[in-house]
C-alpha cells in the first residue's frame, strides 16, 4: 500500500507539466465533456461549497467555477500538481492542500460537494477515502466520482483496450518523458474495473441514493451518491 502511494505521487509530479496536454490529446478533448455534463449531473449551483480531490491542475474546479460555485477547495498527493492549478487561476490560492493519506483536511460537516476525477483508483485505501468523504460532506451533500471503466461491448472493449495499452503509452511517454507512467495508467485502470465495485463502497461508507451513468459508450462512469442522515 505505502509503495503504490510514494510510486503515484512520483507518477503525477513527474508528469505534471505535460499533463493538461496529453488529458486533451489522449482523449481527442473528450475529457472536457465529461467534466462538463459530470458537474451539471451533480446539480451544482451559487450556494455549493465544493472540494475537488485529486484535483490535479484544477480542470474540474475550474469547470465548476464556470456553472456558479465560487466556494472551492482542492486536495492532490501531488504538489507539481497543486503548483500548476495555482498558476493557473489566482481565485484558488491558500484554498489547495497537499493529501498526505486519504483523510481529508478538512473539519467535520463543512462542504456540500465532493468532485474526484480520474482518482479513485489511485487511493491505496478506498474505503477509508469514502469514510472520509462522508464526514466532512453536510448533510445531503453529494459526492461525484468520475472514473475510466472497460467498455461492455466486445468489439469496442477490445479496440479500446488496444488503444490504452499500445498508443496512449506510446504517445504519453514521448511527450511526458516518463514511459512507467503511461503504462501504469491504463494497467491501473483495468485492474481497478476487475476489482472494485464503487458503489458497493460508497454503500459502507453510508452513502445513499446512489446514481451511476455511462459516457462514451461506456469508458467512462459518472457515480453521484448523496450523504442524507
Known amino acids: 500500500m505505502q509503495e503504490k502511494k510514494i510510486e503515484v505521487k512520483r507518477i503525477f509530479d513527474t508528469i505534471a507539466f505535460r499533463y493538461d496536454l496529453l488529458n486533451h490529446l489522449l482523449s481527442f478533448g473528450i475529457d472536457r465533456y465529461w467534466r462538463r455534463k459530470a458537474l451539471k449531473l451533480t446539480g451544482l449551483n451559487s450556494s455549493s461549497i465544493l472540494l475537488d480531490v485529486a484535483c490535479g491542475t484544477g480542470d474540474v474546479a475550474i469547470e465548476a467555477r464556470r456553472q456558479g460555485v465560487t466556494k472551492i477547495f482542492g486536495a492532490d ?20 492542500v497537499q493529501l498526505v493519506a486519504e483523510k481529508m483536511p478538512l473539519k467535520n460537516e463543512s462542504v456540500t460537494n465532493i468532485t474526484i476525477a480520474f482518482g479513485v483508483r489511485n ?26 471503466k472497460m467498455p461492455s461491448n466486445f468489439v469496442f472493449k ?21 514511459k512507467a507512467a503511461y503504462k501504469y495508467l491504463p494497467r491501473s485502470v483495468e485492474e481497478f474495473d476487475e ?9 459502507n461508507s453510508g452513502f ?5 451513468k ?3 459508450f461506456g469508458i467512462v462512469q459518472v457515480i453521484i451518491a448523496a450523504k442524507t442522515k
Open 158 to 178: 477490445n479496440l479500446y483496450k488496444f488503444y490504452f495499452k499500445k498508443i496512449l503509452p506510446l504517445v504519453g511517454g514521448l511527450i511526458s518523458g516518463d
Open 208 to 212: 445513499e441514493k446512489i446514481e451511476q
Open 214 to 216: 455511462f459516457l462514451t
Open 77 to 96: 498527493f501531488s504538489y507539481n500538481m497543486l503548483s500548476l492549478f495555482n498558476k493557473k487561476s489566482d481565485w484558488i490560492k491558500g484554498r489547495n
Open 195 to 203: 476489482k472494485t465495485n464503487l458503489p458497493e463502497l460508497l454503500k
Open 123 to 148: 487511493f491505496y485505501d478506498i474505503q477509508e477515502g469514502f469514510n472520509s468523504f462522508y464526514r466532512v460532506l453536510k448533510t445531503n451533500g453529494k459526492v461525484t466520482i468520475i472514473e475510466f
